[in-house]
């Protein structure tokens, strides 16, 4: 056999051997799967804990259904006291009820909310406060003008806001709602729907997360729950320990 023979039938012996050592390629993960809460079918008799929003803004706990007031009903938290929070498939939702159906058949599916959503809708089935519609009267008389600056986006050395203001220009509680905020010294930002095309796309899509309507200002984000309208107590109940 010719040496130049030789030389190739070696060449090609090495590069199957070198094909034959190269690590294959990890299979793909599998696709990831967004696991949904189980639904949950509740009945009165059932001894459930029922979390309500009080008047004020502050939520309560009890274990009587009929002792939830009637204009608090349409949105309650439904807890079994005898299930461990970590045997929730998911920690992060809630199950919410229209207490109303479930008090007047007798059962009813709870659907699973982000908190968030849960405390949102809950203050949205109250009376509105000291808000202003978006047509109509525009909400009750303006205050006293706030100081030079106090209306700087974040509030400057206080740090990041804790309250987004969504409003207008003509509406008499947002310009209360500045004031109340900054009379407490809790941060917080203003956003002009009106004139702020992202802010207005930004407060509809919270709005349609949160499954609230956007037809009054001021609407406060409040740590990434809405307030419809202002109002002084249910503000306070929302920020807690920022006051």
Same mark, same amino acid.
Not at 40 to 46: F, W
Not at 101 to 118: I, T
Not at 165 to 176: L, Q
């Given at each position: 056999? #010719?040496?130049?023979?030789?030389?190739?039938?070696?060449?090609?012996? &090495?590069?199957?051997?070198?094909?034959?050592?190269?690590?294959?390629?990890?299979?793909?993960?599998?696709? =990831?799967?967004?696991?949904?809460?189980?639904?949950?079918?509740? =009945?009165?008799? +059932?001894?459930?804990?029922?979390?309500?929003?009080?008047?004020?803004?502050?939520?309560?706990?009890?274990?009587?259904?009929?002792?939830?007031?009637?204009?608090?009903?349409? &949105?309650?938290?439904?807890?079994?006291?005898?299930?461990?929070?970590?045997?929730?498939?998911?920690?992060?939702?809630?199950?919410?009820?229209? &207490?109303?159906?479930?008090?007047? +058949?007798?059962? /009813?599916?709870?659907?699973?909310? +982000?908190?968030? /959503?849960?405390?949102?809708?809950?203050? $949205?089935? &109250?009376?509105?406060?000291?808000? =202003?519609? #978006?047509?109509?009267?525009?909400?009750?008389?303006?205050?006293?003008?706030?100081?030079?600056?106090?209306?700087?986006?974040?509030?400057?050395?206080?740090?990041?806001?804790?309250?987004?203001?969504?409003?207008?220009?003509?509406?008499?509680?947002?310009? /209360? /709602?500045?004031?109340?905020?900054?009379?407490?010294?809790?941060?917080? $930002?203003?956003?002009?729907?009106? +004139?702020?095309?992202?802010?207005?796309?930004?407060?509809?899509?919270?709005?349609?997360? #949160?499954?609230?309507?956007?037809?009054?200002?001021?609407?406060?984000?409040?740590?990434?729950?809405?307030?419809?309208?202002?109002?002084?107590?249910?503000?306070? $109940? #929302?920020?807690?320990?920022?006051?």
């Amino acid at each position: 056999m #010719m040496w130049s023979t030789w030389v190739r039938l070696l060449t090609l012996l &090495l590069l199957v051997a070198a094909g034959g050592c190269r690590k294959s390629a990890p299979p793909s993960p599998p696709p =990831s799967q967004k696991v949904e809460p189980p639904k949950l079918v509740v =009945s009165k008799d +059932s001894p459930l804990l029922y979390t309500y929003v009080e008047a004020k803004g502050a939520f309560a706990t009890t274990d009587k259904a009929e002792d939830v007031p009637q204009n608090a009903r349409r &949105l309650v938290r439904v807890v079994d006291p005898a299930k461990a929070a970590n045997d929730r498939q998911d920690p992060t939702k809630v199950y919410a009820v229209d &207490l109303s159906e479930l008090l007047a +058949s007798g059962k /009813a599916e709870a659907r699973p909310l +982000s908190r968030e /959503a849960f405390e949102t809708g809950a203050l $949205a089935q &109250l009376p509105p406060g000291e808000s =202003s519609p #978006m047509a109509g009267p525009h909400g009750p008389p303006l205050p006293e003008d706030l100081p030079a600056g106090i209306d700087a986006g974040a509030l400057g050395p206080l740090g990041p806001p804790v309250v987004i203001v969504y409003g207008t220009p003509w509406c008499g509680a947002c310009k /209360a /709602a500045k004031k109340y905020l900054a009379g407490k010294h809790i941060p917080y $930002a203003y956003k002009d729907i009106e +004139s702020d095309p992202a802010a207005a796309r930004e407060l509809q899509a919270k709005a349609a997360r #949160m499954g609230v309507p956007t037809d009054r200002v001021p609407i406060l984000d409040v740590r990434g729950r809405l307030l419809l309208g202002f109002d002084r107590a249910r503000l306070d $109940a #929302m920020l807690g320990d920022a006051t």
